[in-house]
């Protein structure tokens, strides 16, 4: 759509909006206009202050004496979520906040339960969620419980909840993280559904492609201020990443192949497999390399390398690290022979968010530090979290902050710079750029290319296929808990990304 002309009212003004937490100022003088049928993409690394900003406009924070926000030309009240949400402000969070013990339909109308005779109309909840469901091509029942769904299936109870709330603002953090391709086509679709009704969609992503696909204008947030939009006669990657990081990056990042660093084999895994959600994967993996896995959300991915992590336990099949075979039973035993494993949900099964980035570091190897008498050394563990903080670029004042603290793409960091205290052989990275800015992003593919030039093995799992191309020295491919092929660079010295789509989606059989 057209940009609407500055004559028309907006549906929502935020006008000088500051917010301060302590000493530190999150958001600083931040004004915002969004109109009604049209998606505003607000982009930032992360820390920028986008998520301070919409927490702001949900009402869970109360924003600093000075700004307002207009809500069709009339003042909302702020600090109170019950009536952003009753203005029609639904915001769905980057973290998920669903409750898993409840059903879908539960979750969908939390809060604003049809009710008959005072009492809470369950039968009413499930047929009104069949069709919002439906609409967003969901293949779970209103009666499922949510803890037994996936991410990307919980992703789309959110969704649906927003939609059962007849927001006329959206607000779509990362939304399509843990979605499927199919699953995000169809998030699209529903998108331009509701802007044909007139409702607003705010959408947070460092996606690129998807800002090119939605957009209609991009605003953009550094180090807490705003610093300006475009519309989408004006978008192109290099002003978006000059706006969002305050400096030219030439160009994305792109692997150069030297196929003389491959060394020895430092990884054999035959026949691995639990019978259901992994089935007979055989696969090798060289010192030196960087090596892909791709394959559809539910493929069996996050499960075999779990499995090899001992995360997970097999029934079948065995795993061998330069040539002498292992058992692994438990994580710590895969870290006594050189496996590390950085997870995709870093704050859920990942990192301790109430403990400090120092403690965080050296937790894998507190018994290193150890004096005579189970004493800690804290000397070597401030030291080694000195160097990490410095190694991988983690900005923060004090390794005693703690981690919960620190936006995505330092907390990301800080976990990897965890996984690889212990100085591992073979590193597994699970979806290691899910939620991190594009600056971020960046640095981590250094990290990456650098840690595969010291000779460690390492195995990247992830959703983005540009990622996983650029990144990656071949690629193997999983469907059904099947690797089902191996990609390799062409004659251009490129891996192509039809070939992994093909076998993706099991329109092929061969690479």
Known sequence: MAVPPTSETPLLEMRGISKSFGATRAVSDVSLTVYASETLALMGENGAGKSTLMK??????????????????????????????????????QELSLAPNLTVAQNIFLGIE????????????????????????????????????SLGERQIVEIARALAADARIIVMD?????LTSRETERLFEVIAALKQRGIAVIYISHRMEEIYRLADRVSVLRDGKYVGTLTRADLSAERLISMMVGRDLTSFYKKVHDHSRRGDLALSVKNLG??????????????????????LVGSGRTELARMIFGADAKSSGSVEIEGRKVQVKSPREALDVGIAYLT?????????????IEQNINISVIAHDARRGGILNSIRSGARAEAAVSDFSI???????????????????????????????????????????????????????????????????????????GISDRVLVMREGRIVGEVVPNVSDEIPQEAIMALSTGSSKAA
């Open 344 to 356: 995709e949900d870093r704050k859920g099964l990942g990192l301790f968010l109430d403990m400090s």
């Open 274 to 295: 639990d019978g259901a959600r992994v089935i007979d994967c055989s696969f090798d993996a060289f010192k030196g390399e960087v090596l892909g896995i791709a394959g």
């Open 114 to 149: 049809p009710r008959r005779f005072g009492v809470t109309d369950n039968r009413s909840m499930l047929e009104r969620s069949k069709p919002i469901l439906q609409q967003l091509g969901a293949t779970f029942a209103p009666a499922d419980r949510v803890s037994k769904l």
């Open 174 to 178: 990362e939304p399509t993280t843990s």
């Open 395 to 469: 900005r923060t004042k004090s390794t005693a902050v703690n981690v919960g603290s620190l936006s995505g793409g330092n907390q990301q960091k800080a976990l990897i710079a965890r996984i690889l205290a212990g100085n591992p052989r073979i590193v597994f990275l699970d979806e290691p750029t899910r939620g991190v800015d594009v600056g971020a992003k960046s640095e981590i593919y250094r990290i990456i290319d650098e840690l595969a030039a010291t000779g460690v093995a390492v195995i990247v799992i992830s959703s983005d296929l540009p990622e996983i191309i």
């Open 56 to 93: 702001i406009l949900s009402g869970a924070y109360t924003p600093d004496a000075g700004g307002e926000i207009l809500l069709a030309g009339r003042a909302l009240s702020t600090g109170n979520p019950i009536a952003s949400r009753a203005s029609g402000i639904a915001v769905i969070y």
